[in-house]
């Protein structure tokens, strides 16, 4: 059983598509997030969820909307899709929002690519 | 949060010790810290935490002076399989929330 999933692995769309990535977690946590890992490899923080409710927006532009159905579920909808968008999304759970930073599970990424 | 400041890549053979030292002078008094592994193609998995001395499980060992100001993350005996990105990640429960992740280490192994 994987603990984090997200589909689909690999995504490449044109520029101004729409497109949803997905996660969901069997952890039974109550927090979710979705980092953004760019070509050199650096791991930023996009948005965190707990239980359905949105704690951390970091200043990310308003063509990305995170979306949480219920506390295992968090989607990402990414619309009007730009070049520089290509980079890997990570979704991410912790057991609570004040979790200790070794709580974290990580899913496998989502390869975005925009052409 | 504390800064964090790692080498940017090592290189080792199968079989050595590797130890991979990161700064943080600005550590806080509650703060821990913390190690990440990201395997290429995957998402960052949890290495060991410690908040001072020494801290040991079956992957590594952490070693953290008494200033706090650095600590040493300690792989023995690596293997080809050890091959990835090392996150060094100083924070309190009250940033745990949102990690922040620095450049890593990226440790080759090789044969």
């Known amino acids: 059983d994987t603990a984090v999933s997200q589909t689909p692995k690999y995504l490449v769309t044109q520029m101004g598509n729409d497109k949803s990535i997905k996660c969901e977690q069997n952890?039974?946590?109550?927090?979710m997030y979705w980092y953004k890992q760019d070509s050199k490899k650096f791991l930023k923080i996009m948005f965190s969820y707990n239980n359905k409710e949105l704690i951390i927006n970091e200043t990310v532009p308003n063509r990305f909307s995170p979306k949480s159905p219920d506390k295992a579920h968090l989607n990402l909808h990414i619309n009007s899709l730009e070049l520089g968008d290509s980079a890997v999304y990570f979704c991410a759970s912790s057991p609570r929002l004040t979790a200790s930073s070794y709580g974290y599970t990580f899913g496998s990424g989502t390869r975005l690519t925009v052409v | 949060l504390a800064k964090t400041t790692q080498p940017i890549s090592m290189d080792s053979y199968e079989g050595q010790e590797v130890n991979i030292t990161c700064s943080h002078n600005?550590?806080?008094?509650?703060?821990?810290i913390t190690w990440y592994q990201q395997f290429p193609s995957q998402g960052p998995r949890f290495i060991i935490q410690?908040?001072?001395t020494k801290v040991t499980n079956e992957v590594a060992s952490l070693f953290i002076p008494a200033d706090r100001k650095s600590s040493t993350l300690s792989l023995p005996r690596v293997s080809l399989s050890d091959t990835a990105v090392y996150y060094c990640?100083?924070?309190?429960?009250?940033?745990?929330?949102?990690?922040?992740f620095g450049a890593g280490t990226i440790l080759r192994v090789k044969s």
């Open positions: 410690g908040y001072k």
């Open positions: 952890l039974g946590h109550d927090t």
């Open positions: 990640l100083v924070g309190g429960v009250e940033y745990g929330n949102k990690l922040v």
């Open positions: 600005n550590i806080a008094t509650n703060d821990y």
